[in-house]
């Protein structure tokens, strides 16, 4: 057997299958919002700088209190930890597309509602990290963190992939794969010759 065929294993326990699929979904909808957050800041008038703070009130609240978050997903039923995280992230987003819209959001705005988002994020994590190993039996665990790995994995390098767009007025398209991996970016006056 491969070791992809051996690690999807894990996925014959069905509370597994469901917590790693859900999670799945969650993360493709997160990486949506990767890409459309900065266009929306920019469409509302704000600048580079304001992309820069309202990916930081995200990043930084859940850096900071990951700790805490999983402090508190130990002492607490961790499914209650996540359902809450996630039931607040949905309003805010669900409040973030309300706002973007109707045309009244604001940088501001932006940057409260990010803040919550990686306050959730912040407790969700640990939550989620803990609840594999009871949701999994023990001889599929290292499995099911190997499905798990990749996912993150292969989110962070979508995340790289996204954060080098540069966003300007567009006087070209060109599209680059430095790492195999196709990536849009919009060229000012000054390009690159590839």
């Known amino acids: 057997m491969t070791p ?3 690690n999807l294993r894990a996925l014959h326990e069905p509370e597994f299958r469901k917590l790693f699929l859900g999670q799945a979904a969650s993360i493709a909808g ?3 919002t990767l890409v459309a957050l900065p266009f929306a800041v920019l469409s509302i ?3 580079a700088t304001d992309i820069g703070i309202v990916e930081a009130a995200y990043a930084l609240p859940m850096a900071l209190m990951i700790v805490v978050g999983g402090v508190w997903s130990d002492r607490v039923s961790r499914r209650k930890v996540m359902l809450t995280a996630d039931l607040v992230r949905a309003a805010l987003q669900s409040f973030t597309a309300g706002l973007l819209l109707v045309g009244a959001a604001e940088v501001w705005m932006l940057l409260l509602l990010q803040t919550g988002m990686g306050l959730c994020d912040a407790f969700f994590r640990p939550a989620y990290t803990g609840l594999v190993p009871q949701v999994v039996s023990s001889g599929r665990l290292q ?3 190997a499905l798990q790995g990749g996912v993150d994995t292969r989110r962070s390098r979508v995340a790289a992939q996204c954060r080098p767009v540069r966003l300007a007025p567009p006087t070209g398209i060109r599209y680059s794969s430095p790492s195999r991996v196709p990536r849009l970016s919009v060229s000012t006056a ?3 010759s590839e």
């Open 4 to 6: 992809l065929s051996e």
């Open 30 to 32: 997160s990486m949506l």
């Open 45 to 47: 008038g704000g600048s």
């Open 143 to 145: 499995q099911a963190n």
């Open 190 to 192: 000054s390009r690159v």
